[in-house]
């Protein structure tokens, strides 16, 4: 299955860091070859997503876009759930991105300490970025009844092959290494972590946060993030 990178549209919760450049969806052609037209139904399932979420997602819909009739679509997906779920990788993949493009700003300098703490923060400030500049393809990557893979599809990887939740876990085994966390704190942090970032995020897309000004949505970020260190 193959990840796909995702342009950013907007920046919140940042520290004016571009996510990395991806390319766009090439349009729809009369003829493919040989593996084009699954990377042409992948795509119009990933624009569909990011106008609409999951609920977007439809099979005829995305062989529409491809320029091909509907039964040419089953010979790369077996029904509707299988494109989604190969749009929800590449969503998770995205979502990826935006973390890695905040981890590279982390400074190389500082103590051991400082700079897993400064992981976790990249980690969740990517987070809450993807939710906003993507608040399509954040939905289908974290909404509906989705399970946390105990292997994971490797087209959910970033750009170093590490998924949203595995950032967040190496950040975390940095910070029990520096001696910032204590190991017997070390177990389920991931889950805490990830439901306070979480809330965050869907009370300012769905929630009564909804059309809060940036500036403030930025400071709130911030100031969750901080809750989330000390709270660990």
Do not use: C
Not at 21 to 41: M, N
């Amino acid at each position: 299955m193959d990840a796909v990178h995702i342009p950013k549209k907007m920046s919140v919760t940042t520290r004016n860091t571009p996510p990395p450049p991806s390319p766009v969806p090439t349009a729809a052609r009369s003829t493919y070859r040989h593996g084009d037209l699954r990377r042409a139904l992948l795509d119009a399932g990933i624009e569909l997503a990011r106008q609409g979420g999951p609920d977007a997602v439809v099979l005829r819909e995305a062989t529409r876009r491809a320029g091909v009739a509907p039964n040419a679509a089953y010979r790369h997906f077996a029904n509707r759930d299988d494109l989604l779920g190969a749009v929800r990788a590449a969503a998770v993949a995205a979502a990826a991105h935006f973390m890695e493009a905040e981890l590279a700003q982390v400074p190389a300098t500082g103590t051991a300490a400082q700079q897993a703490h400064a992981k976790v923060r990249a980690v969740g400030a990517g987070y809450l970025r993807f939710a906003q500049a993507e608040t399509g393809l954040f939905r289908t990557a974290f909404g509906g009844r989705f399970a946390v893979q105990q292997n994971p599809d490797p087209a959910m990887g970033g750009a170093t092959g590490l998924n949203p939740f595995e950032h967040l876990s190496v950040a975390l085994d940095d910070l029990v290494a520096a001696g910032a966390l204590p190991a017997e704190r070390r177990m389920g942090a991931e889950y805490l972590a990830w439901s306070t970032v979480h809330g965050m995020a869907l009370l300012a897309i769905d929630g009564p946060l909804r059309g809060t000004p940036a500036a403030m949505l930025d400071a709130l970020g911030q100031r969750l993030l901080d809750m989330v260190e000390r709270g660990i």
